[in-house]
Nanobody, 120 residues
């Protein structure tokens, strides 16, 4: 059974940094692309960053480009999100995500989320 568990959330001051982790189990982690999403209160879920299964390609949402870095360690079945220069508008619950396509059907898998609050 696929499981994704995020960790590393918390309260941070504007301009500060945090590292989020997403640990995957129940699937061959190295064979799947991964994504970080976030959702702020009252807003739609937003794609933060994407990383290809071999980490050869990454993509970032416009609002985090140049500040966030996505990475992964397939030997540890873990994905990371290094967040620098945090802003109050980065306050949200952050989710890791992967998906599987089988028989023409796409199944999405989500972690439980970890809350980041950026405030002084």
């Amino acid at each position: 059974q696929v499981a994704l568990v995020e960790s590393g959330g918390g309260l941070v001051q504007p301009g500060g940094s945090l590292i989020l982790s997403c640990s995957g189990s129940g699937f061959t982690f190295s064979k799947y692309d991964m994504r970080w999403y976030r959702q702020a209160t009252g807003k739609e879920r937003e794609l933060v960053a994407y990383i290809e299964k071999s980490a050869n390609h990454t993509h970032y949402g416009d609002s985090v480009k140049g500040r966030f870095t996505i990475s992964r360690d397939n030997a540890k079945n873990t994905m990371y999100l290094q967040m620098n220069s945090l802003k109050p508008e980065d306050t949200a619950t952050y989710y890791c995500n992967t998906w599987r396509i089988s028989g023409g059907r796409t199944s999405e898998f989500w972690g439980q989320g970890t809350l980041i609050t950026v405030s002084s």
